[in-house]
């Protein structure tokens, strides 16, 4: 049975002009906003990217995804994945309820600076299936200045044409049902003077600015561009500008809408007369193609409180109304009877459809408010040995993990996740469970030992 339902989308593209991360991103994420979100997607661009920089970032996440990891995993968001270069990252997180049905995760990148050979300048993307249907996100820092408008579409237009994924059905970004396409797009306000430009700023009357935008221009020019929707400018231009001081550094650059977030439904097609000979004569019970995928944006806005870039971080929030192709889980598994770190733990998993399985899959063991796949306590491999027992009347596998894989000694909520090296995901999780605490604990002086009911 397909059943509908609505998720929310937060999505965040900033340019922070290589600067650390601040604090408290609490007011970029809207974490108190109801109805809560399911999806985080944040995209930024001059992330530090100098030599020394990138490649201890290479080898330990970066700071901006440690402060996002540390601010959404308390609240149960787990990132999906992640892709770099140089300067542009782009991060996704969902609920943990949502892990299981996120599958097939690509990611690619283009690069557009210094003619095609450097990665100051072009876009980076992350597709995966979210409940079936195939979604696209690209970030992207375009050519800047003024004057290159042309330069800018004729990037983008590449970035689509020369991206591309190994599944047969979305080999390239516009074969997804939606594309969310975001970044530092450079897009200036031509023509208008900075007196005229400030002017209409400070009194509200952002629409006298709007035809004058490079991007809604050339929309009206570009058919392909025409395909992409966005919200109205109803905030103000977020590049080189600071509240009430006006402009940042010492260019006199033009206040400009620079930062964006746009979508992309996929057309449908038109029907041919033999494919409207087959559909007479044939009847369809998938209602996919009635229903597809709603989008609807719910808010669109920039966050003027943070100054740490001469760029403002811009917010767009979606609810994403669909049909659930499916609802089951790839793969089941569960933890059986006791678990401590005083004795192996045994634990069941179940393939309840066939997917491209790997004995290179493995289960993991993560502590409740876990970062990412690989924030695992410990971990077991999928593939048969001689630990494994498999029943074939419950087609369940039965496997254990031994006291001395590092067992926590101290205990706590815990779920299992079984780990496809094929789909980049976790294709099944537990529900959470207590791991009690070891008597070594008290041994090796984790916890006080208790004596009479007082610690001693």
């Avoid at 996704?92 to 990665?119: C, D, E, M, S």
Wanted: aromatic share 12%; net charge negative; with cysteine.
């Amino acid at each position: 049975m397909i059943t509908k339902h609505s998720d929310r989308l937060h999505m965040v593209t900033w340019n922070v002009a290589t600067a650390e991360p601040p604090e408290d991103v609490t007011s970029l994420l809207q974490l108190d906003v109801q109805p809560t979100t399911d999806l985080y997607v944040i995209g930024l661009q001059e992330v530090n990217a100098t030599p020394v920089k990138f490649i201890s970032d290479l080898i330990a996440e970066d700071s901006w995804s440690h402060v996002f990891m540390d601010t959404l995993a308390p609240r149960g968001f787990v990132k999906v994945t992640s892709v770099r270069m140089q300067g542009l990252l782009l991060l996704v997180f969902a609920k943990q309820i949502h892990l299981p049905f996120i599958r097939n995760i690509q990611t690619t990148y283009t690069r557009t600076g210094i003619f095609g050979y450097w990665g100051n300048k072009g876009g980076v993307s992350v597709r995966f299936s979210f409940y079936g249907h195939m979604v696209c996100f690209l970030n992207c820092h375009l050519a800047a200045h003024m004057n290159y408008s042309l330069e800018r579409v004729d990037e983008f237009e590449y970035i689509l044409e020369a991206q591309d994924f190994d599944l047969y059905d979305t080999p390239q970004i516009r074969d997804h049902k939606v594309v969310f396409w975001f970044g530092d797009l450079n897009f200036r306000i031509a023509d208008h003077g900075l007196h005229f430009l400030r002017s209409s700023i400070n009194s509200g009357r952002l629409n006298l600015l709007w035809n004058k935008d490079q991007l809604i221009m050339m929309k009206k020019k570009e058919p392909f561009l025409q395909e992409f929707e966005e919200g109205p400018l109803d905030f103000k231009p977020t590049y080189k500008l600071l509240g009430s001081k006006g402009m940042v550094g010492g260019k006199k650059r033009k206040p400009a809408w620079t930062d964006r977030i746009l979508w992309r439904i996929k057309p449908k097609t038109l029907p041919s007369e033999d494919d409207e000979e087959e559909k007479a004569s044939t009847s369809t019970v998938d209602g996919q193609d009635e229903f597809p995928i709603l989008v609807t944006q719910d808010k669109y806005t920039s966050d003027m409180s943070y100054g740490i870039s001469d760029h403002k971080p811009v917010i767009a929030t979606f609810s994403l109304d669909l049909r659930k192709c499916f609802d089951t889980p790839l793969v089941h598994v569960s933890p059986v009877g006791v678990w401590s770190a005083d004795q192996d733990a045994l634990l069941t998993y179940t393939v309840q459809e066939d997917f491209m399985s790997s004995t290179w899959d493995w289960i993991g063991l993560y502590k409740m408010g876990f970062k990412s796949a690989a924030d695992y306590e410990t971990f077991v491999w999928r593939k048969l040995d001689i630990s494994v027992m498999f029943s074939p009347m419950l087609n369940t596998c039965f496997t254990y993990m031994h006291k001395c894989d590092k067992i926590p000694l101290l205990g706590g909520q815990y779920v299992l996740g079984y780990y496809s090296t094929n789909m980049q995901s976790i294709t099944g999780l537990s529900a959470s469970f207590q791991i009690l605490e070891s008597k070594r604990a008290v041994m090796e002086g984790l916890v006080p030992e208790d004596i009479n009911g007082f610690n001693k």
